[in-house]
């Protein structure tokens, strides 16, 4: 038993291919048993091109053929991962979902059906709340710092970005 994201999925299907028959999978259990809504968030992967590139254009362009181009491109990237991600393109899903193979895909319909409708696009905050988390973890898996120590650390971080984003006025007027 474990808890991950579609990539888990698609590591179970591509390192144990007998065992797709006999796993499960589920949405993640809400605290308060009301399914209709989630705590997790879909994708929020991000493809960049890095300052220090020495072809920034060629990278540009690149990104823009791979995610923004045409969407049979992205078809084996579904495809070999099982048909456990979610495309965020329309046109996308419709050109995946016409792959044969994706009707037989064994956890599509909880993707599809439990996961994603209930789930946020990406995360709402700035990508320095991920970098102060990723951080903490990596400090206490490694020994570097106790739990309590790297969690505090990541809280002082974080309470940074909310400030210097202004993200609890911005909470302030989402709730009013």
């Known amino acids: 038993m474990m808890s991950q994201g579609s990539w888990g999925m698609s590591e179970i299907a591509a390192d144990y291919p ?8 589920a949405p993640w259990v809400q605290s ?22 020495k072809e920034p254009e060629a990278a540009a362009k690149f990104i823009s053929w791979a995610i923004g181009g045409k969407p049979e491109v992205l078809t084996p990237f579904f495809a070999d991962t099982q048909f456990t991600k979610a495309p965020a393109r329309d046109e996308v899903t419709e050109v995946v979902n016409s792959d044969p193979a994706a009707a037989d895909a064994p956890w599509s319909d909880v993707v599809f059906n439990d996961v994603v409708p209930f789930c946020i696009p990406e995360a709402q905050y700035p990508w320095d709340v991920n970098v102060a988390m990723g951080d903490a973890l990596q400090a206490g898996m490694l020994g570097e710092k106790s739990p309590a120590e790297a969690l ?25």
């Open 152 to 176: 505090s650390d990541a809280n002082a971080e974080i309470q940074k970005v909310i400030d210097r984003e202004g993200l609890a006025q911005v909470r302030a007027e989402m709730d009013a």
């Open 32 to 53: 308060d048993g009301d399914m209709s809504h989630s705590i997790s968030t879909i994708g929020n992967m991000k493809w960049v091109v890095d300052a220090k590139a």
């Open 18 to 25: 007998d065992m797709v028959s006999v796993a499960g999978v």
